[in-house]
């Protein structure tokens, strides 16, 4: 007699797919933590929480700059928390979180855009601070990342330093690719000058 594999569980529309025990143990140990903090465990997402806190919050720093960063970590967690139904499993846990991380911060510098449009003068041009004073002070290149434009950095670090295409960065921010090639020369430019200063 033949065995076959028994049939892929269907859910209810509008459900997500919970894994069980044994496909969340064979996709690995942060799949089972993933399954096992949206069932509710606050152990499994703690441990998930440790091992990838760090990456995140290089990311929030990269994009949104220094001092958002702790607060954005904080809020990508909590945003992570509360979607853990919606993780399938179909790519591995920290690639979820990290493009739910970045969509968070887009998400929130659009809204901060809007914001400013509707308080603040139009004529605030964000400028880079001030050249420092001591010659022998060397900048390393996160705090070369810092000093540009919020656009600018974070095409920088969607594409040099994250990988993704012109077309796919002018997907995830709502601009054109002769957008993104411009900021990104633009920010190079910067980060040129800002390195040999």
Do not use: C
């Not at 096992?36 to 929480?49: C, H, I, K, M, V």
């Not at 954005?72 to 739910?100: H, M, N, P």
């Not at 290149?141 to 969607?158: C, M, N, S, Y």
């Amino acid at each position: 007699m033949i065995l076959s594999k028994p049939p892929r569980r269907q859910k209810p529309p509008g459900e997500p797919m919970q894994r069980t025990d044994s496909e969340a143990a064979a996709a690995g140990p942060e799949a089972t933590d993933a399954s096992l903090a949206a069932a509710g465990d606050p152990r499994a997402f703690e441990r998930l929480y440790r091992s990838h806190e760090a990456r995140i919050f290089t990311l929030a720093r990269r994009m949104a700059g220094a001092e958002d960063a702790p607060e954005l970590t904080q809020e990508i967690f909590v945003r992570a928390w509360e979607k853990l139904g919606t993780f399938r499993g179909d790519s591995a846990f920290g690639t979820w979180l990290y493009r739910l991380g970045i969509n968070l911060i887009l998400s929130r510098r659009e809204s901060r855009a809007i914001w400013r449009r509707r308080h603040e003068d139009d004529s605030a041009i964000e400028t880079l601070p001030a050249r420092a004073t001591s010659a022998d002070h060397r900048m390393d290149f996160e705090h070369a990342l810092d000093r540009l434009p919020k656009g600018a950095r974070q095409i920088l670090v969607l594409h040099d330093v994250e990988g993704y295409k012109h077309g796919e960065i002018a997907q995830l921010l709502g601009v054109t690719a002769g957008t993104s090639k411009a900021q990104l020369f633009r920010a190079r430019m910067l980060m040129r000058a800002a390195l040999n200063a």
